[in-house]
Each structure stands twice: as C-alpha cells, then as structure tokens.
C-alpha cells in the first residue's frame, strides 16, 4: 500500500478552508503535516480523512444536544 500525499493547497481545498486557517490548525495542533520536502509540509491523506471524520462525528454531537 502506497501511501498520498497532498499539500497544503491541496487539504484546504479539501477540507473547505483557507491555507491561514489551515496554518493555525497546525499551531494548535489540529492537524499537523506528517513530513516535510524540504520546507513543503505534506500531509497524509489517511490523516486529513480522519480529521473530517472526528470534525463530523463532534459536529453531529453538538446538533443533538
């Protein structure tokens, strides 16, 4: 199994947002890249995944309540 990649253009457009809000998620520690190419952070897709999974699984959470 090979493992994606993408950059930080490519998670924010994924995820909806803007490469500044996708900075601060890396400052607090929400989503952080995996490796580094010399100064260009890539992000595993298995972990972007899995950051939508837990943000729809906290919003469904809050709908409810």
Do not use: C, W
Not at 24 to 52: A, C, F, M, T, W
């Amino acid at each position: 199994m090979t493992n994606s990649f993408l950059s930080r253009r490519e998670v924010a457009e994924m995820l909806g947002i803007s490469l500044v809000t996708l900075h601060n998620h890396n400052k607090k520690g929400i989503l952080k890249p995996s490796h580094k190419i010399g100064r260009k952070p890539l992000y595993l897709l298995e972990d972007v995944l899995s950051q939508i999974t837990l943000s729809n699984s906290k919003t469904m959470d809050y709908e409810a309540a």
